[in-house]
């Protein structure tokens, strides 16, 4: 009984040391795109509350995160919003998003103007909606 638990133990250690990734807290900019066919392989239209993520946390889940909800904040107005992953931004930064005009919209209280913002997101879990 004790050689297992001892053996147990370092997988244990393991499983709590990964991170869930819905929980880790990412920041970045918020940009905003026209939409239409999307590297998850959906039409969207620019009412649509999506997100294309930034092709480092896209590749790295190969694709994984399509269709997967985010908790977005603009960090500068404190305005929250929930939107999926449709795309693949090429052109952004690790932790930004380029967003639907509809979620930019959403998130900088309608100024479309303001072109670019500060964000915290983080992913929830697989099977969330809102």
């Known amino acids: 009984m004790f050689t297992k638990l001892l053996l147990a133990l370092p997988m244990l250690a393991l499983a709590a ?32 509350m999506i997100v294309a993520l930034n092709s480092a946390q896209y590749e790295a889940n190969d694709g994984g995160n399509c269709g997967q909800y985010l908790e977005i904040e603009n960090t500068s107005n404190g305005k929250t919003a929930y939107a999926y992953v449709a795309d693949e931004c090429p052109s952004c930064a690790y932790g930004s998003l380029d967003m639907s005009p509809a979620l930019f919209s959403e998130l900088s209280g309608g100024d479309m103007d303001e072109g670019v913002f500060p964000i915290s997101w983080h992913f929830k879990s697989k099977s969330w909606t809102p």
């Open 17 to 48: 040391a990964a991170p869930v990734e819905k929980r880790i807290t990412h920041t970045g900019q918020a940009t905003y795109f026209e939409v239409g066919l999307g590297a998850c392989g959906s039409y969207n239209v620019d009412t649509d």
